[in-house]
């Protein structure tokens, strides 16, 4: 967990680099969900995902503890890459990167355009993560985690941006890859002594955290095989999930026919691009519209970075 001084010094430090992005209550998406919806627009940061938020305190902090670091490195999907690719750029310091073959190409032309060297290894993340972990002791590298108290801190703010814009919200719908985005979003709603309700939201085909959830405890899958590559998790964090059992009501798993059918939703809706991770919210809400009718919702649109076959594949499936 972090402090409200710790999250607002983050802030404050995003805020240097981006603008805060909105939150906007969409009406033919509270008229499909029955409920008042309000999307906190993390599709529109300077990488398309809420991830440079973490990234930019990350690196900050790393930069004033070791000047002379050599580099960094690091596993992802995709936009935990971009995020440091992007902070790493900006302090002067190399990033190398780890991804799984068959990555996302358009993720992966980004993070190079960042200037960061792109390692493939493994048929997932976990694959790519300990792959990287071994090159870190190889070329004495820092281990970038995708958990970490200052990425915590760092996309926390997002949260205190959308609670301090819009009042009495019911519930909050996260997405959850390693965790960062939904501890950012229960540690500002704590720090801010607010009552709302905080749901993860997994694949069904990536239900780690859904299972751990349910277990009370650290919970493997044997595999993350979702479009949805954001969440495309199989070994929780331990840290991450003391948080979420201790300060989500609960988590949701949706299917991939749904979390595609919410992609659809956001562009015919709002005509916003959301990737897999980013329209899971939505699924879980239009899941659970019975139960949600008539409250403020928000949900946590986590990013917008798709390759464009796939994307359009989606649409055509209506």
């Not at 071994?134 to 959308?162: K, N, Q, T, W």
């Not at 949805?228 to 299917?255: E, Y």
């Amino acid at each position: 967990m972090v402090t409200l001084d710790q999250l607002q010094g983050a802030a404050d430090l995003v805020h240097k680099v981006m603008t805060p992005t909105a939150q906007i209550c969409w009406p033919l998406l509270s008229e499909r969900c029955g409920a008042e919806v309000w999307v906190k627009h993390e599709n529109h940061t300077p990488i398309g995902a809420f991830k440079v938020r973490g990234g930019l305190v990350y690196m900050a902090d790393l930069r004033r503890r070791r000047p002379d670091i050599a580099g960094v490195i690091t596993a992802t999907r995709g936009n935990h890459g971009q995020s440091v690719g992007f902070a790493a750029r900006r302090m002067g310091i190399k990033a190398v990167i780890v991804v799984p073959h068959g990555n996302s190409q358009e993720k992966n032309r980004a993070m190079r355009a960042l200037g960061a060297e792109l390692v493939e290894h493994g048929n997932d993340f976990q694959a790519a993560y300990e792959h990287a972990a071994i090159l870190a002791d190889e070329r004495g590298l820092h281990m970038l985690r995708s958990f970490d108290p200052h990425l915590v801190a760092g996309v926390g703010s997002y949260a205190l941006e959308l609670f301090g814009a819009v009042g009495d919200i019911d519930t909050v719908y996260v997405p959850i890859g390693l965790g960062s985005g939904i501890c950012g979003t229960i540690s500002a709603r704590d720090a801010l002594g607010l009552k709302t309700r905080i749901v993860g939201v997994v694949a069904e085909n990536a239900a780690a955290y859904a299972l751990s959830f349910a277990a009370g405890r650290p919970v493997s899958t044997n595999s993350a095989d979702t479009m949805a590559d954001g969440v495309a998790c199989r070994v929780p964090d331990s840290d991450a999930l003391a948080v979420i059992q201790r300060g989500a009501d609960r988590v949701v798993t949706v299917s991939e026919d749904e979390i595609m059918a919410a992609m659809r939703h956001y562009f015919t809706d709002t005509h916003n691009l959301a990737e897999g991770a980013g329209a899971a919210p939505l699924a879980a809400l239009i899941k659970e519209s019975r139960h949600m009718a008539g409250k403020r919702v928000a949900l946590v649109l986590s990013g917008g970075n798709i390759d464009r076959p796939l994307y359009a594949d989606i649409l055509g499936r209506a």
